[in-house]
Nanobody, 116 residues
Framework: QVQLVESGGGLVQPGGSLRLSCAASGRIFSINDMGWYRQAPGKQRELVAL???????RYADSVKGRVTISRDNAKRTAYLQMNSLKPEDTAVYYC??????????WGQGTQVTVSS
């Protein structure tokens, strides 16, 4: 079964850190961009960060300087290191993988809650 599995979410205090992981499994021949998106209650899903297969990154303005996306192509895994977390970062975080002609994959989501 082809899937993306996220992990690493949880409850953290403002100013804290979390590291999310996204592992691809199953019969996947290639992955181009991998990205992290988030969706807060009552809001649209938005891009947080994107990384190409060669390592080029792009970040939403709201997280620049606080978030780092990385990937291990051999492990088919992407990571999202989040520091200096704010209550407004609270959302369900989704991983996405671009498989080219095979289309996009989405993970099931992992909840991140920033609260004291």
């Amino acid at each position: 079964q082809v899937q993306l599995v996220e992990s690493g979410g949880g409850l953290v205090q403002p100013g804290g850190s979390l590291r999310l992981s996204c592992a691809a499994s199953g019969r996947i021949f290639s992955i181009n961009d991998m990205g992290w998106y988030r969706q807060a209650p009552g809001k649209q899903r938005e891009l947080v960060a994107l990384i190409s297969s060669s390592g080029t990154t792009r970040y939403a303005d709201s997280v620049k300087g606080r978030v780092t996306i990385s990937r291990d192509n051999a492990k088919r895994t992407a990571y999202l290191q989040m520091n200096s977390l704010k209550p407004e970062d609270t959302a369900v975080y989704y991983c996405n993988a671009d498989r080219g002609l095979m289309g996009f994959l989405w993970g099931q989501g992992t909840q991140v809650t920033v609260s004291s």
